[in-house]
């Protein structure tokens, strides 16, 4: 048992110390921090050597990790809207990989050093939000972040997807739901890629998305996105046409189409958006 500051923690603690290189290891630690606030955590292991640092969570809760990243070095170089993130659930054997690089020095650069980062996690029905953008529940997959890029691998069942900005109605409840999600920022310019998404629900059936999307913060961006729905209820196809669309469109076809099916839908947007309709 230890106490630091606004800090206690109770756990079992095991560790190796050589000259520039320490091992830290925690077994089912309990961190209180300020205002009593739990910090539980299962299994940590850090390694420290001379130009590397690897911390290691077998298990860590979401919400209460999100809150307290500021507490790591790494917080600073994290993109905003990353910042913003909020969220519930667990994350599962959780790398934290710091690389302290040489750099030439110059005026700027004192220290004549640089900390590069990567995380990487396994996430189980989590829940995830960004103001003003995002709401999604029960995501579950892998997770890997760098400064300049990050990708999610998704495997994931009953998802409830709000898409603040995109869709009208929402949330979508989307079954089976696969794919890879991956995000990049380059020269000032951010890239969103949907790879090989497919999902159905109680609408449609075996659908499947790859979606290209680049913006520079100046414009709506550039898109190219291709859909394709194996069969749908007619009376439903409204509520998955983007906010995009006029929505005069969407309500007419809310209102007029009363029953069927469509078979073998497919959707090809691709240009400006700033440009739409093309």
Same mark, same amino acid.
């Given at each position: 048992?230890?106490?630091?500051?606004?800090?206690?923690?109770?756990?079992?603690?095991?560790?190796?110390?050589?000259?520039?290189?320490?091992?830290?290891?925690?077994?089912?630690?309990?961190?209180?921090?300020?205002?009593?606030?739990?910090?539980?955590?299962?299994?940590?292991?850090?390694?420290?050597?001379?130009?590397?640092?690897?911390?290691?969570?077998?298990?860590?809760?979401?919400?209460?990790?999100?809150?307290?990243?500021?507490?790591?070095?790494?917080?600073?170089?994290?993109?905003?809207?990353?910042?913003?993130?909020?969220?519930?659930?667990?994350?599962?054997?959780?790398?934290? +990989?710091?690389?302290?690089?040489?750099?030439?020095?110059? *005026?700027?650069?004192? $220290? /004549? !050093?640089?900390?590069?980062?990567? &995380? %990487?996690?396994?996430?189980?029905?989590?829940?995830?939000?960004?103001?003003?953008?995002?709401?999604?529940?029960?995501?579950?997959?892998?997770?890997?972040?760098?400064?300049?890029?990050?990708?999610?691998?998704?495997?994931?069942?009953?998802?409830?997807?709000?898409?603040?900005?995109?869709?009208?109605?929402?949330? +979508?409840?989307?079954?089976?739901?696969?794919?890879?999600? *991956?995000?990049?920022? $380059? /020269? !000032?310019?951010?890239?969103?890629? &949907? %790879?090989?998404?497919?999902?159905?629900?109680?609408?449609?059936?075996?659908?499947?998305?790859?979606?290209?999307?680049?913006?520079?913060?100046?414009?709506?961006?550039?898109?190219?996105?291709?859909?394709?729905?194996?069969?749908?209820?007619?009376?439903?196809?409204?509520?998955?046409?983007?906010?995009?669309?006029?929505?005069?469109?969407?309500?007419?076809?809310?209102?007029?189409?009363?029953?069927?099916?469509?078979?073998?839908?497919?959707?090809?947007? %691709?240009?400006?958006?700033?440009?739409?309709?093309?």
């Amino acid at each position: 048992h230890f106490e630091h500051k606004n800090m206690q923690s109770q756990a079992k603690i095991l560790g190796a110390w050589k000259k520039e290189q320490f091992q830290f290891y925690l077994k089912n630690a309990n961190i209180k921090i300020e205002q009593n606030e739990n910090f539980d955590l299962q299994n940590i292991a850090w390694n420290h050597f001379k130009d590397k640092e690897h911390f290691f969570v077998e298990k860590i809760n979401l919400k209460t990790f999100l809150k307290n990243a500021k507490l790591f070095s790494f917080f600073s170089q994290l993109p905003d809207h990353i910042k913003e993130l909020d969220g519930d659930g667990h994350l599962e054997n959780t790398h934290l +990989i710091w690389i302290k690089e040489d750099e030439p020095k110059n *005026e700027n650069n004192q $220290n /004549n !050093q640089n900390k590069k980062f990567a &995380f %990487k996690t396994y996430f189980n029905q989590v829940s995830l939000g960004l103001p003003k953008l995002l709401d999604v529940k029960n995501l579950s997959g892998n997770f890997v972040f760098t400064p300049q890029s990050s990708s999610f691998l998704i495997d994931s069942q009953n998802v409830h997807l709000d898409l603040k900005n995109v869709f009208e109605n929402t949330p +979508i409840v989307l079954n089976d739901v696969k794919g890879l999600l *991956e995000w990049e920022k $380059n /020269n !000032q310019k951010s890239t969103v890629n &949907f %790879k090989n998404f497919s999902f159905f629900n109680e609408d449609v059936q075996n659908a499947k998305l790859n979606c290209f999307y680049q913006y520079d913060g100046k414009t709506k961006g550039f898109i190219d996105l291709k859909a394709s729905i194996e069969k749908a209820k007619g009376n439903q196809v409204w509520k998955y046409l983007p906010n995009v669309i006029e929505k005069d469109v969407r309500i007419w076809l809310k209102n007029a189409i009363l029953s069927g099916e469509g078979y073998d839908g497919k959707l090809v947007l %691709k240009g400006n958006l700033d440009d739409f309709p093309f």
